[in-house]
């Protein structure tokens, strides 16, 4: 049997805990109204877990944005294992916030070009039965 003196508690990771944080306040600000802040560059994807069914928010860098047709390309950095990913791949429509507006999307997986060959892609485009238009922001969990 081990005691309790035994055990060894690990710290977690600072440069983990430091990317959560950062993570959260870019969350904080786009639900503060202060999406615009970074300049179309960023965007507040609201997706649902795939097992949990809980709302989740992920902040996500924008590679491409085509205004005409409404899409935006982002990239997976942590490859096919993020989260958020795998949970579009189980529920493609979902709703992200650009600046201060939320817009309908549904997610497409192309393939990338050249310059992101390794990583997969994500397409998010304007839902097709409303083009454009704004949608209103998706409950918040317990509320």
């Not at 309790?4 to 870019?26: C, F």
């Not at 965007?43 to 992920?58: I, M």
């Not at 899409?71 to 201060?100: C, E, H, M």
Request: with cysteine.
């Amino acid at each position: 049997m081990m005691r309790r003196k035994d055990v060894v508690y690990r710290q977690p990771d600072p440069s983990a805990r430091r990317r959560r944080r950062v993570v959260r306040l870019h969350v904080l600000l786009f639900r503060a109204g202060l999406g615009p802040l970074f300049r179309r560059r960023i965007l507040l994807l609201h997706h649902t877990g795939r097992t949990s069914g809980h709302a989740h928010r992920t902040p996500l860098k924008v590679m491409q944005h085509d205004p005409a047709d409404g899409s935006w390309t982002v990239v997976s950095t942590l490859g096919t294992r993020a989260d958020w990913y795998r949970n579009l791949r189980q529920n493609p429509k979902t709703v992200i916030q650009f600046g201060n507006r939320h817009h309908a999307v549904t997610a497409r997986f192309p393939s990338c070009g050249e310059s992101h060959q390794r990583l997969p892609c994500v397409r998010l485009e304007t839902t097709p039965a409303q083009p454009g238009a704004e949608t209103a922001p998706p409950p918040r969990p317990g509320s």
